[in-house]
T-cell receptor, first 116, second 112 residues
Framework: GAVVSQHPSWVICKSGTSVKIECRSLDFQATTMFWYRQFPKQSLMLMAT?????????EQGVEKDKFLINHASLTLSTLTVTSAHPEDSSFYICSAASGLMNTEAFFGQGTRLTVV | SQQGEEDPQALSIQEGENATMNCSYK?????LQWYRQNSGRGLVHLILIRSNEREKHSGRLRVTLDTSKKSSSLLITASRAADTASYFCATVLSGGYNKLIFGAGTRLAVHP
C-alpha cells in the first residue's frame, strides 16, 4: 500500500507553546488528508478534513484556531496545536486518500503529544 | 460523533480459534472499511466492502455487509498470536461526504 509519513512520532512540549505535526504522502498525490485524535483505548475521532489548496473543514466541537491545518500541496499537510495545554495531550494520526469512494485511506504512524 | 458501534469491545481467544467482530452504523454508506491498529501505532487497511456488496474475502479474513440491518462483521479464521490488535470498522457516508468515520473498535487478544 501507499506510504504516509508522519513526524514527529512523539513530542513533549511546555504549556503555552505550539507544536507542528507533519504528514506526507510519499508515493501518491493525496487529494484529501484527514486528522484524527485518539485517546487511550478509544477510537479515532475525526478532527478535520483538508483538501489541497483550500481551507480545512473542521468537525463540530473542534476549535479551528486551536488546531491549525495547512494543506499546502498534494503531498503535505500540517497540524499545528497552538498554545498547547495538558488536555491537548493525545495521540494524533493523519491519513491521506485519493478518493474514499473506491479506495482506502492510508495512515501515518501517529504522533504522541505530551504537554507538561 | 461516531458513526458506528462495535461489539464486542474486547475479545480474548486461543490461537487457532476464529474471531468474529461486529459493527453497526447509523446512516447510509457508500462503503465500509475495516482497519487494524497495533498498540500505539498507525492503522493498516484490511478490507473495503461497497454498499452493493454482501461479502468479501481476503486470506483469513471474511467481511459481510447487511445494509438492511446497517451492520457488518469481520471474521478472522485460524487466529494467530500476531493477530492481537484493535480492529475498527469505518464508514464512508453516501451523498458525497468525503470522510471516514470510525466505530468504537474491538480489542482482540489471541493467546498462544
Amino acid at each position: 500500500g501507499a506510504v504516509v509519513s508522519q513526524h514527529p512520532s512523539w513530542v513533549i512540549c511546555k504549556s503555552g507553546t505550539s507544536v507542528k505535526i507533519e504528514c506526507r504522502s510519499l508515493d501518491f498525490q493525496a487529494t484529501t488528508m484527514f486528522w484524527y485524535r485518539q485517546f487511550p483505548k478509544q477510537s479515532l475521532m475525526l478532527m478535520a478534513t483538508s483538501n489541497e489548496g483550500s481551507k480545512a473543514t473542521y468537525e463540530q466541537g473542534v476549535e479551528k484556531d486551536k488546531f491549525l491545518i495547512n494543506h499546502a500541496s498534494l503531498t503535505l499537510s500540517t497540524l499545528t496545536v497552538t498554545s498547547a495545554h495538558p488536555e491537548d495531550s493525545s495521540f494524533y494520526i493523519c491519513s491521506a486518500a485519493s478518493g474514499l469512494m473506491n479506495t482506502e485511506a492510508f495512515f501515518g504512524q501517529g504522533t504522541r503529544l505530551t504537554v507538561v | 460523533s461516531q458513526q458506528g458501534e462495535e461489539d464486542p469491545q474486547a475479545l480474548s481467544i486461543q490461537e487457532g480459534e476464529n474471531a468474529t467482530m461486529n459493527c453497526s452504523y447509523k446512516t447510509s454508506i457508500n462503503n465500509l472499511q475495516w482497519y487494524r491498529q497495533n498498540s500505539g501505532r498507525g492503522l493498516v487497511h484490511l478490507i473495503l466492502i461497497r454498499s452493493n456488496e454482501r461479502e468479501k474475502h481476503s486470506g483469513r479474513l471474511r467481511v459481510t455487509l447487511d445494509t438492511s440491518k446497517k451492520s457488518s462483521s469481520l471474521l478472522i479464521t485460524a487466529s494467530r498470536a500476531a493477530d492481537t490488535a484493535s480492529y475498527f470498522c469505518a464508514t464512508v457516508l453516501s451523498g458525497g461526504y468525503n470522510k471516514l468515520i470510525f466505530g468504537a473498535g474491538t480489542r482482540l487478544a489471541v493467546h498462544p
